[in-house]
């Protein structure tokens, strides 16, 4: 069975530009997660969805990142427009309901120069 | 608001021998899942180990196990029979039940195995 899927593996790109990272949830799994994880803050929960609708964006860090979930199979992260405080590793996940655990796409490494 | 602490931000261990790696959580919620995650230094994140707060049995898979505390609020993980494919991150997490689904994570403990 294939996995989370995300894209691109790597973004390099220069600080004002629009970034897009893009998601595609295990099929059948109805929660949808994203992430960022760096050195000095680890692991932050930025947005869910469940069944397309967005539960909780209380993580998102400012009005620069927007996320969207047009379907059951896709999922976009927007930053526009970028800084450097941006570059992470961007993490997307999902999960069926009930007490099944969150599995993990291999993440976009995002650096803005 | 949840608060998970993994105290060992390193540890070393021998080739087969076993190794805990702690995690201690704080929460006031009475049901919760408690998850461990690997990480290697390619980058993916890991599944390993699920715990519920009310499974009586602590939970195993493989060379995983979850020593669960519950009055002392820890959720240890133990790998018996370290192989050097085990170093990595290690990262605890929790998940009240009345959240959402959403996981709270712990630092992370890297584990490197020594041959």
């Known amino acids: 069975d294939a996995g989370v899927i995300q894209s691109p593996r790597h973004e390099v790109t220069e600080m004002g530009q629009e970034v897009t990272l893009r998601c595609k949830p295990i099929?059948?799994?109805?929660?949808l997660f994203w992430y960022r994880q760096t050195m000095m803050r680890g692991l932050e929960l930025l947005i869910y969805?469940?069944?397309?609708?967005?539960?909780?964006d209380s993580g998102m860090p400012e009005d620069r990142f927007s996320a969207k979930m047009p379907n059951a199979s896709f999922s976009t992260l927007k930053i526009q427009p970028s800084e450097p405080r941006d570059s992470a590793v961007y993490f997307c996940?999902?999960?069926?309901?009930?007490?099944?655990?969150?599995?993990f796409g291999d993440g976009t490494r995002l650096s803005i120069l | 608001a949840q608060k998970i602490t993994q105290t060992q931000p390193g540890m070393f261990v021998q080739e087969k021998e076993a190794v805990t790696l702690d995690c201690t959580y704080d929460?006031?919620?009475?049901?919760?899942?408690l998850f461990w995650y690997k990480q290697p230094s390619s980058g993916e994140m890991i599944f390993l180990i699920y715990q519920g707060s009310y499974d009586e049995q602590n939970a195993t898979e493989g060379r995983y196990s979850l020593n669960f505390q519950k009055a002392r609020k820890s959720a240890n993980l133990v790998i018996s029979a370290s192989q050097l494919g085990d170093s990595a991150m290690y990262f605890c997490a929790m998940r009240p039940n009345n959240a959402g689904n959403m996981l709270t994570f712990g630092g992370g403990t890297r584990l490197m195995v020594k041959p």
């Open positions: 969805f469940n069944n397309n609708v967005p539960i909780d």
């Open positions: 996940a999902s999960k069926t309901g009930g007490s099944q655990p969150q599995h």
């Open positions: 929460t006031s919620d009475q049901s919760y899942g």
């Open positions: 099929s059948g799994h109805d929660y």
